[in-house]
């Protein structure tokens, strides 16, 4: 039986990126808040400290800092017809846990999707006709402009003070920066960090090629800056431990290093860490939450009563807890109807690998958003019409490190093992690089997410099951980015290079990214999405989600800019309007 | 000590963790209470309830650096097995002219200590059965925890030795036939106890390449003869004068996270 607490009147499940951004946001309006996280604390000081955070082993091997799958995982399959099978240790994508969530040890790569990337569907069916699309991709307009998400893509860049070139201001192309984004209001708060050599001869045989080269966005900055909640963060030093570390230099943006400081001091805010929520509880009509349920270390269950949720537990967590509170209609593929769990999508990776002799690139100087990058190929910014697909992505000389258990490349043919692979190894460690394309990930009807059938997790709940496989769309995009990542390679005259397109079923195993997208999507319409445009359920209007859940499908880029400004974008229309008058934001 | 050796149930919370290990650093728990009274309205093991209006939650010692493995006998390994996997590591990864190899990289020492921790019984992996055919992309299912693994295949690979080179273990073989064993395993050819040993060779060969390459706090990489090889500088942690000269060789020597001259156990 769960212990009763008294109530307050938000409580906020998961104390991650945006958990942080709306707990800031909501005790600056005087509201009490408590925040309940089921990782521990963490801290710079503490706990990655520059001593020993650069730790390959502890922190990028062994993940120390992620969930434990004994803790919670989930199943997988390519396709229906398959058992799904549990996740046992992690591969593919590296879920959060504790306080700061993935911003701890995310890479900071900060990007703005494209204008077109919003209106999705109109647009392409606008300029290529709705048969050139596949019968069962579901992909839809997102219910927002990126006009009106300026402000809030703004807001979040200068919390974090992410360092970059603009490549357009008000409407006004800039050199050096990306020619095809959408206009900001004002320029980036820090200019671009420093480049290694590799991105600067990569950026050089770009630009030979007539592509618009400019410097990839980037959370770890360059120079120190103080953000408008009064928080300093200091410059990178370029030391390469940042994806699936915490920073020790405070200079990654990080709730960490951007926001805690100033919410720990609040007295109206509280943060319960070792407490995982497992339910969100309605009242009788079904429509209104009125507490959360969450079970701390000692395995004690409790009730803390609030007059509003946000459920910001990472996208996974968020379907996850939806599924399990029986809040919307969970997803039928055989029907097509219901929404929670419905257009998952991914990121489809991939890179080229060039060997060279007499070139010394350092690559363990490093940031985890380094590099010099073209978005010509990303979202419709080429024309489609010729090549049958659709999507996109950027590619860049993008290198977040050199570290040697997961960075020591030996060229195609090498033995595995003995004197030629040591040999190998040692000849093209400063000599290699590892150009890549982020590219797009659209939904399908038969990729989602919903409750697995067998699996359980340590308080016996089914674990979420994960229905996912690319599509021949996807893999032609793959196919056609990589060529054009390596007709850029070769021009830096490469001794050998290694083309490593997107090929085949969609594994589990390797690494590819953590942005894990979909399962309660925002839309205009309740039928085809759990959230409407201000990320408020439809179904409980007390009830706001956020993070990757809300894509109805994955753009070229990195998420976590997009999940910034909509969470900015939710929370001016919750202090506008919600506030005022508590109940749906939209009518359906 | 990595969070990976605490039980599940603790490893969300490094503060159980804290008050577990008898560490004299620690100041006692009540006057850890006391001095946080403020800020800890409830304290139970793991979970914590951080109160805002003071700030930045902080106590001392609260640190999580790594345990420095310790030279020694084996913990984990017979002295046999100790002395294959030695045998194992150096034909996997042999010494030349410049470079030790993975005996003498203590990558034996490291399996050693990995296996006698949280890796070798899949500490906070899920481990809850069924345990059935998967597909390739569907990742391992193996009911059985590397430690498991590894003493079963040594045993093996022991026996097989003993049969087919006269009593022999495998240490005392020739490189080649050591090599030859190897390559069996590593395509599949050789079966061990009727079972491929393909799937050991390849832990083993992961687990050797961690010890080479992983900072020597662990054990392996003694003298960070890696890093040297490949030209790693390690934990510097800063390159800001470096990050715009292009095309020359970084001058500095690797440091580790245990100290500039860490990560030699044996050779003091
Ligand atoms: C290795 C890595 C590299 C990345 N690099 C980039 C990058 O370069 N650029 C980019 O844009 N994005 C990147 N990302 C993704 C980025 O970190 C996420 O998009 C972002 O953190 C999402 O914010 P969020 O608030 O949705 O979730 P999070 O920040 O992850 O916070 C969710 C929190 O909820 C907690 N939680 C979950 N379930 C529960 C529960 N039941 N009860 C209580 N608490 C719960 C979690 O422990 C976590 O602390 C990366 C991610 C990883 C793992």
């Not at chain 1, 969530?101 to 990007?111: D, F, I, L, M, P």
């Not at chain 2, 597909?135 to 045993?155: D, I």
């Amino acid at each position: 039986m769960a212990t009763k607490l008294p109530a307050t009147e938000i409580v906020i499940i998961g104390l991650g990126w945006t958990g942080s951004i709306i707990a800031e946001s909501m005790t600056k309006a005087g509201f009490n808040v408590v925040a309940i996280e089921r990782g521990p604390w963490r801290d710079t000081a503490t706990d990655f400290p520059p001593s020993y955070a650069p730790d390959e082993l502890r922190y990028a091997v062994q993940h120390d800092l992620f969930v434990r799958p004994a803790q919670t995982t989930l199943t997988f399959r390519n396709n229906p017809n398959q058992t799904a099978l549990p996740i046992r240790t992690w591969g593919s994508f590296l879920l959060p846990n504790g306080v700061g969530g993935a911003g701890v040890h995310w890479n900071a790569q900060t990007w703005r999707f494209l204008p077109t990337d919003f209106v999705l569907k109109t647009h392409l069916t606008q300029r290529y006709g709705a048969k050139f699309l596949p019968a069962d991709m579901t992909i839809q307009d997102w219910g927002v402009t990126y006009d009106e998400l300026e402000p809030h893509f703004d807001a979040f860049e200068y919390l974090c003070g992410t360092s970059g070139t603009a490549g357009n201001l008000k409407g006004q192309k800039q050199p050096f920066g990306n020619p095809f984004e959408g206009p900001r209001s004002r320029p980036y708060p820090t200019p671009a960090q420093k480049q290694p050599y590799g991105p600067v001869l990569w950026a050089e045989a770009a630009k030979e090629m007539g592509h618009s080269p400019f410097p990839q966005p980037s959370g770890n900055l360059s120079q120190a800056y103080t953000n408008p909640l009064g928080v300093t963060l200091g410059p990178c030093t370029y030391c390469g431990f940042c994806e699936r570390f915490g920073c020790g230099n405070y200079s990654k943006a990080s709730p960490q290093t951007t926001i805690l400081p100033v919410l720990m001091r609040r007295t109206n805010f509280e943060a319960r860490t070792g407490c995982e929520v497992t339910r969100i509880k309605l009242d009788n009509s079904g429509k209104r939450a009125t507490a959360v349920t969450y079970i701390d270390t000692q395995g004690r269950e409790w009730e803390q009563p609030a007059e509003m949720v946000f459920l910001c537990a990472f996208q996974m967590f968020n379907v996850q807890l939806l599924l399990l509170s029986g809040i919307g209609q969970p997803y039928d593929l055989n029907t097509g109807q219901g929404v929670i769990g419905r257009n998952y999508s991914y990121q489809v990776t991939s890179s080229v690998q060039a060997f060279f002799d007499n070139k010394i690139f350092n690559p363990f100087i490093a940031s985890g958003a380094i590099g010099m990058c073209i978005d010509d190929y990303n979202g419709d910014n080429f024309d489609h019409g010729p090549y049958g697909f659709v999507g996109g992505g950027y590619m860049g000389m993008v290198q977040p490190n050199a570290r040697p258990i997961e960075a020591t490349p030996t060229p195609p043919g090498t033995p595995q093992w003995g004197a030629a692979w040591k040999k190998a190894v040692k000849d093209n460690y400063l000599s290699t690089i590892l150009p890549s394309v982020h590219g797009s990930c659209y939904s399908y009807r038969d990729c989602y997410l919903d409750l697995d059938p067998t699996y359980k997790d340590r308080f016996g709940r089914p674990l979420m099951r994960l229905t996912f496989d690319f599509h021949e769309n996807e893999l032609k995009m793959s196919q056609f980015l990589t060529d054009r990542l390596a007709e850029i390679v070769q021009r830096m005259a490469p001794r050998q290079i290694a083309k490593l397109p997107r090929t085949g079923h969609y594994s589990i195993v390797p690494y590819q990214t953590t942005h894990t997208c979909g399962g309660a999507i925002m839309g205009t319409d309740p039928k085809t999405s759990a959230l409407n445009r201000y990320l408020q359920s439809w179904d409980v209007h007390n009830l706001f989600v956020t993070g990757a859940t809300n894509f109805p499908q994955n753009a070229g880029y990195n998420p976590t800019g997009t999940i910034g400004a909509l969470t900015y974008w939710s929370l001016d229309a919750i202090h506008k309007q919600y506030l005022k008058n508590p109940g749906p934001l939209v009518h359906a | 000590m990595s969070a990976n050796s605490a039980a599940v149930n603790a490893i969300s919370c490094r503060s159980a963790d804290l008050h577990a290990r008898p560490t004299p650093k620690l100041p006692s728990r009540r006057a850890l209470l006391a001095s946080t009274a403020l800020l800890l309205v409830t304290q139970t093991a793991g979970a914590r309830t951080l109160a805002g209006g003071t700030g930045m939650p902080w106590r001392p010692f609260a640190g999580d650096p790594p345990q420095a493995v310790e030279p020694g006998p084996w913990v984990f390994f017979t002295p046999e097995e100790g002395a294959a996997v030695e045998a194992l590591v150096d034909r996997l990864i042999p010494p030349d002219a410049e470079t030790a190899g993975g005996k003498d990289c203590g990558c034996a020492v490291f399996i050693d200590r990995q296996l006698a921790g949280a890796y070798g019984s899949a500490r906070g992996l899920y481990m809850s059965p069924p345990f059935l055919q998967a597909t390739p992309e569907q990742g391992l299912q193996a009911p059985s925890t590397p430690a498991q693994l590894y003493h079963r295949m040594l045993v093996a690979l022991d026996a097989f030795c003993r049969a087919t080179y006269a009593g022999n273990p495998f240490a005392q073989l020739p490189d080649g036939e050591k090599d030859r064993i190897i390559t069996g395993m590593e395509n599949g050819s050789l079966q061990l106890q009727g079972t491929s040993a393909t799937p050991f060779f390849e832990i083993l060969l992961q687990d050797t390449r961690y010890g080479f390459f992983a900072d020597p706090v662990y054990g392996g990489n003694r003298d960070m003869a890696a890093w040297k090889m490949i030209g790693f500088p390690g934990a510097r942690y800063d390159y800001r004068d470096w990050v715009e000269r292009y095309n020359e060789r970084y001058p500095h020597p690797p440091i580790s996270i245990a100290g500039r001259n860490a990560g030699s156990p044996l050779h003091p």
